[in-house]
Structure formats: C-alpha cells, structure tokens
C-alpha cells in the first residue's frame, strides 16, 4: 500500500519568490513518484516524475524536484514565481496494483497563490 | 505527446437518469485506462481500473453496478453513472496507460445531478 501527504493545502508566494511545495510518501515498494499540476476545471498535466537514477528530477515550466529516499520526500520548487503558476499541485505515488499495473494514488493538493 | 480526450466536458441530469461519459485516448493504445473521481476542493480518487477486453476492477467502496465501466477497444472506455443521485455530482476524469505505464490524463467530465 502507499499513501502521500502534502503539507500546507494553501501556500502563497510573491512573484518572483521560491516556490516550495511539500510531499511526503510512504511504500512498501520502491516507488515511482509525480507532480502534477491542475488548473480550474481542467484534467491534470504532468510536470514531473521520478522513477530511477538521478534523484534530482526538472519538469516543464522550470519546476524540479528531488527524491530523497531517507526522507521518504519528494518536494517541488520553482527558483522564480511566475503569475502563470497559479494552479492546483498534486504530488502522486504508484505502485503495482491487482491489475499489474501501476495504479496512482494522490496526495490531498496544495493551492498555489501567486501575488503580484 | 499522448492525447486523452473525454466527452461531455460537462453534463447536467435529472436525479434518476443514467449518464455516459467517453474517455478516448487519441494517437496511441491504451492497454489500461483509469477512472477518477474528485470532489470540491479534494484530491482524486480512483475508482477503477479497466484493461481492454476484461472487466474493469473496482477500489473498495465503489459500486460497480451503478458505475458501470466498458473498454471495448483499445482507445475507447466509457464509464456509465446509473440511476444517478445529486451525491454523484463531482468531476470524473479519465486516464490512459499504454505499454510504457505511464498515465495521460483527460480534461475531465464535470457532472451535476438535479
């Protein structure tokens, strides 16, 4: 089974500002691991992921995030802020599920507010 | 890049009516497709898992005679809100999976039950 949290279900930066969003995850297996960004009334976009080698991931938009085991961690940053990055942000976890295949399961979401 | 398509984008229904939402994926085959659900201001749930030719598997809680889950070919699964009630008013969104496992997610289908 495997689970992730996200602290902070509102977070809100400048324009400009280091973004930092948090995700924490627990499995039992190795895991593969993903940020995904959501906008009003829309599917999700996926930013990022990390399934083996390099534990420091970049995705679009100048998003990165690192997997450090030890930590079960797997936050998000943005050096810079941009208004555009106003969204809804899902950290997600996957794991082989019944099917055989890899089932996601989502964190709670954390709101980005970006300020001008 | 992979394209996931759901149709209706939104659809309004009396209580008691059925409703059928498409989810297709569009350049590639999806092996496996996924069903979601998210409420208001919630994370997404899943509600099942579906590989092309067999029967969908259904998350624990999840009544698979009101949520009746179809993937007939491989870029097309359909999810089918029988009899449905205001408390299944929510957003259901789709996602494809082809060989790779990686999973491409549609717009989503928001559905509001009178």
């Known amino acids: 089974a495997q689970s992730v949290t996200q602290l902070g279900s509102h977070v809100s930066v400048s324009e400009g500002a280091l973004v930092l969003l948090r995700c924490n995850y627990s499995?039992?297996?190795?895991?593969?691991l993903f940020w995904y960004v959501q906008y009003p009334n829309q599917g999700l976009q996926l930013l990022l992921k990390?399934?083996?080698?390099?534990?420091l991931v970049k995705g679009i938009n100048g998003f990165e995030a690192e997997f450090k085991k030890s930590e079960t961690s797997f936050h998000l940053t943005k050096p810079s802020a941009h208004m555009s990055d106003a969204a809804e942000y899902f950290c997600?976890?996957?794991?082989?599920?019944?099917?055989?295949?890899?089932?996601?399961?989502f964190g709670s979401g954390t709101r980005l507010q970006v300020q001008p | 890049g992979a394209v996931v398509s759901q149709h209706p984008s939104r659809v309004i229904c009396k209580s008691g009516t059925s409703v059928k939402i498409e989810c297709r994926s569009l350049?590639?085959?999806?092996?496996?497709m996924f069903w979601y659900r998210q409420f208001p201001k919630q994370s997404l749930m899943l509600m099942a898992t579906?590989?092309?030719?067999?029967?969908?598997?259904?998350e624990q809680g999840v009544e698979k005679d009101k949520f009746l889950i179809n993937h007939a070919s491989l870029t097309l699964s359909t999810l089918t809100v029988t009899s449905a009630h205001p408390e299944d008013s929510s957003f259901y969104i789709c996602?494809?999976?082809?060989?790779?496992?990686?999973?491409?997610f549609g717009p989503g289908t928001r559905l509001t039950v009178l």
């Open positions: 996602s494809a999976s082809g060989l790779n496992n990686e999973q491409f």
């Open positions: 579906s590989n092309e030719g067999s029967k969908a598997t259904y």
């Open positions: 990390y399934t083996t080698g390099a534990t």
């Open positions: 350049d590639f085959q999806a092996t496996t």
């Open positions: 997600a976890v996957s794991a082989f599920g019944d099917t055989g295949r890899r089932a996601l399961t």
């Open positions: 499995s039992s297996v190795p895991p593969y």
